[in-house]
Nanobody, 115 residues
């Protein structure tokens, strides 16, 4: 299993970013995927989850209405569209796959929201 995030950057408050997570080594469409973030010096915060077929989606309260999770099963890729970014969204963002009672993580991508 390999998960590779990309798309992190420095952006001003109110800006937008789109994160991607390229997945390989497993049947991507069979498994739900999540985005999880970690701000410096803080614990992990779950951001969003999408089912394998994309039909069921959930968001954490802090990002609801601003972030959109999606997936392209033909491309084995997970996305996170982030709009109206705030300084408190600054964190390393990880994609996570839950496969057969085990969690797999990518290496993370840094998002920094600052004037």
């Amino acid at each position: 299993v390999q998960l590779v995030e990309s798309g992190g950057d420095l952006v001003q408050p109110g800006g937008s970013l789109r994160l991607s997570c390229a997945a390989s080594g497993f049947s991507f469409s069979n498994y739900g995927m999540s985005w999880v973030r970690q701000a410096s010096g803080k614990g992990l915060e779950w951001v969003s989850h999408i089912s394998g077929d994309g039909a069921r989606i959930k968001y954490g309260d802090s990002v609801k209405g601003r972030f959109t999770i999606s997936r392209d099963n033909a491309k084995n890729t997970l996305y996170l569209e982030m709009n109206n970014l705030k300084p408190e969204d600054t964190a390393v963002y990880y994609c996570k796959a839950g496969i057969d009672f085990r969690d797999y993580w990518g290496q993370g991508t840094q998002v920094t929201v600052s004037p």
